[in-house]
């Protein structure tokens, strides 16, 4: 999947491991879980494939947050985002990352 960022600071956390943004500052092994999470979107080719991940827990959210999906980075954290797919090409498919979240609160 071809992999984008909705917000700088997600940008940030995967290039720089951390952000300069006071608001969004997390332990280490989060952002590390965060990056690896990443590296996974970037290596399916479709979200067929996340499935087959069992530790990353895909699923599609519901609510407010149709049309969205996560995975998690941690038991509190998940990696919330769409997918776009090319109806006339299945190989392009964009993945535009929205939020890391506690999906707790």
């Not at 979107?41 to 999906?69: C, P, Q």
Request: charged share 35%; proline share 1%.
């Amino acid at each position: 999947m071809i992999v984008e960022f909705e917000k700088e600071y997600l940008r940030d956390l995967y290039t720089k491991g951390n952000c300069s943004d006071k608001k969004h500052r997390f332990r280490p092994d989060v952002i590390k879980r965060y990056k690896r999470g990443i590296d996974y979107l970037k290596w399916t080719s479709r979200k067929e494939d996340l499935f087959r991940i069992n530790s990353l827990n895909f699923e599609a959210l519901k609510g407010d947050k149709l049309g969205l999906f996560s995975i998690r980075a941690n038991d509190q954290y998940r990696i919330e985002f769409r997918i776009s797919e090319n109806a006339e090409d299945q190989i392009l498919t964009i993945c535009s990352i929205v939020e890391l979240s506690n999906h707790y609160s």
